[in-house]
């Protein structure tokens, strides 16, 4: 996940009002996609604020990137240069993205077993939590083999572990206290 800062949680609420203005979310979020790959290393934006990158080179380089670009996206890049700011570029596509998600009521979660689920076993995962969320459910599954046994899964800043490890770390703090 991108750093993330109170700056571009500013901008991503000003794409957002933009965004909500014409209904433009998608095009918005492919536009600050291609902002996070731009400005995903340090080398990038120190190459693309350099003294010599004039602003036609940088529309050149914003638009191989990006094609469908709109003129309104485009200048946010540019106002973002301008400003010394393209760092922000992936705090902005992540925070747009947690916007949009709020917007359609959709929650992201993460979840990891210690063996492979097959889908029907995640559907079971996703629909369980749609009920208890009342939103639509993005659920990435993943095998972390570290936790041994049970799952751990993850939704938005809520975490539930209910892994062996951890039960197993439980049980050792519980016998040394009475010991």
């Given at each position: 996940?991108?750093?993330?800062?109170?700056?571009?949680?500013?901008?991503?609420?000003?794409?957002?009002?933009?965004?909500?203005?014409?209904?433009?979310?998608?095009?918005?979020?492919?536009?600050?996609?291609?902002?996070?790959?731009?400005?995903?290393?340090?080398?990038?934006?120190?190459?693309?604020?350099?003294?010599?990158?004039?602003?036609?080179?940088?529309?050149a380089i914003a638009r191989q990137v990006a094609p469908e670009l709109r003129p309104i996206?485009?200048?946010?890049?540019?106002?973002?240069?301008?400003?010394?700011?393209?760092?922000?570029?992936?705090?902005?596509?992540?925070?747009f993205t947690e916007l949009v998600d709020a917007e359609r009521g959709v929650v992201r979660?993460?979840?990891?077993?210690a063996v492979p689920l097959d889908e029907q076993q995640v559907a079971g995962f996703r629909?369980?939590?749609?009920?208890?969320?009342?939103?639509?459910?993005?659920?990435?599954?993943?095998?972390?083999?570290?936790?041994?046994?049970?799952?751990?899964?993850?939704?938005?800043?809520?975490?539930?572990?209910?892994?062996?490890?951890?039960?197993?770390?439980?049980?050792?703090?519980?016998?040394?206290?009475?010991?």
């Amino acid at each position: 996940m991108a750093v993330r800062d109170v700056a571009g949680r500013r901008y991503a609420l000003a794409a957002m009002d933009l965004a909500r203005s014409d209904g433009s979310f998608d095009s918005w979020a492919r536009a600050l996609d291609a902002l996070e790959s731009l400005t995903q290393r340090r080398e990038f934006v120190d190459a693309l604020q350099a003294d010599g990158m004039t602003d036609e080179k940088f529309v050149a380089i914003a638009r191989q990137v990006a094609p469908e670009l709109r003129p309104i996206e485009l200048n946010l890049f540019r106002l973002l240069r301008s400003k010394g700011r393209l760092a922000l570029g992936p705090s902005i596509a992540s925070y747009f993205t947690e916007l949009v998600d709020a917007e359609r009521g959709v929650v992201r979660a993460r979840l990891r077993t210690a063996v492979p689920l097959d889908e029907q076993q995640v559907a079971g995962f996703r629909q369980r939590l749609a009920a208890q969320t009342g939103a639509t459910v993005e659920l990435e599954a993943e095998v972390d083999p570290e936790i041994m046994g049970g799952a751990i899964l993850q939704v938005g800043d809520q975490l539930i572990d209910g892994s062996t490890r951890r039960r197993l770390q439980r049980l050792r703090q519980e016998l040394t206290a009475a010991g």
